[in-house]
Nanobody, 120 residues
Framework: QVQLVESGGGSVQAGGSLRLSCAVS?????MAWFRQAPGKERAGFGN???????SYAKSVKERVTISRDNAKNTLSLQMNSLKPEDTAMYYC?????????????????WGQGTRVTDSS
């Protein structure tokens, strides 16, 4: 299994930006970010393959960038123009197979999460 540790969460104003990091023990083919808003199911919103391909949910596509730093074994998430509905617990995850999607069933290693709240 892969060990993952998220960091960078906190209180952010609407319209602001956040950058989350995920320290990983190793990369798998597909790495992703999920989030779980209060009272909602955990949902994937962006992934990246080891070939550098990224894919984002339509709801965040214009505001999110996911990147890998192979030298530092860090998966990063940059989110801009934050909205109150971005308040959630954010998780990074490592996929378990050759298919990269946003379905949680395709991921078998998870971080403990980092919380992002709206301070507006």
């Amino acid at each position: 299994q892969v060990q993952l540790v998220e960091s960078g969460g906190g209180s952010v104003q609407a319209g602001g930006s956040l950058r989350l990091s995920c320290a990983v023990s190793r990369y798998t083919y597909c790495m992703a970010w999920f989030r779980q808003a209060p009272g909602k199911e955990r949902a994937g919103f962006g992934n990246t393959t080891n070939g550098g391909t990224t894919s984002y949910a339509k709801s965040v596509k214009e505001r999110v960038t996911i990147s890998r730093d192979n030298a530092k074994n860090t998966l990063s998430l940059q989110m801009n123009s934050l909205k109150p509905e971005d308040t959630a617990m954010y998780y990074c995850a490592a996929g378990s197979g050759p298919v990269c999607s946003l379905s949680s069933s395709r991921f078998n290693s998870w971080g403990q999460g980092t919380r992002v709240t709206d301070s507006s």
